[in-house]
């Protein structure tokens, strides 16, 4: 991830799937930025089995190890995990 991302879109959404022979409901995460040119991109994609603050704290050092920087607005619902993990990270 290259440049300044100012605007930055996270939400979660459950999908159902398959493990160990049973269905199971799977937190799945995707992070959507703008930059500085308008430019919007998916900057990223994970799945987990919570929302839970450690999960969004991963999630969010991914993408800062990727290089995301410059984010100046996170648009997001105020889910407690999320907003504990940003602050942090």
């Known amino acids: ?5 100012p ?3 996270i939400d979660a959404t459950y999908v159902k799937g398959r493990e160990g022979g049973r269905v199971v ?3 799945t995460i995707i992070a959507v930025g703008v930059n500085t ?3 919007r991109e998916v900057l ?3 799945t987990g089995a ?3 603050e450690v999960f969004w704290k991963g999630f ?4 800062a190890d990727r290089g995301l920087r410059g984010v100046k607005l996170v ?3 105020d889910h407690k995990g999320l907003r504990a993990a940003a602050s942090k990270v």
């Open 44 to 46: 990223g994609v994970a």
């Open 37 to 39: 040119d308008g430019r």
């Open 75 to 77: 648009i997001a619902d």
């Open 1 to 5: 991830i290259e440049g300044e991302w």
């Open 7 to 9: 605007y930055l879109w």
């Open 50 to 52: 919570s929302e839970a």
């Open 25 to 27: 409901s799977t937190a």
């Open 60 to 63: 969010l050092r991914s993408l």
